[in-house]
C-alpha cells in the first residue's frame, strides 16, 4: 500500500449535513474501502463470511478494494 497518497479531494467548505456530505467530495470512500484494501493487500479474501458465537453470519468487509492505493 502506498503511502503518503491521496485519494479523492473535498470543498474547503463541505457540507457537513449527514445526508449531504458526499456531494462536495469527489471519488467517496468510507472506512469500509480502506478495510477492504488493507485485508486484500494481506491476501485475505474480505468477501468471506464467518459465523458469530450466535450463529449469525458476518463479513470481513462490505466495502470495494481501493486500487489507486496498490498500484
Known amino acids: ?3 503518503g ?3 479523492g479531494q473535498t470543498s474547503p467548505t463541505p457540507k457537513l449535513a449527514e445526508n449531504q456530505w458526499t456531494e462536495d467530495v469527489s471519488d467517496p470512500r ?3 474501502d480502506l ?4 485485508l486484500h493487500a494481506l491476501g ?3 468477501k468471506q463470511e ?3 458465537p450466535i450463529g ?3 463479513a470481513f468487509s462490505k466495502g470495494k478494494v481501493i486500487a489507486e ?3
Request: net charge negative.
Open 1 to 3: 500500500i502506498q503511502g
Open 5 to 7: 497518497r491521496v485519494v
Open 30 to 32: 468510507n472506512i469500509e
Open 35 to 38: 478495510n477492504a484494501t488493507i
Open 44 to 46: 485475505i479474501d474480505f
Open 50 to 52: 464467518i459465523e458469530t
Open 56 to 58: 449469525r453470519p458476518m
Open 69 to 71: 492505493l496498490l498500484a
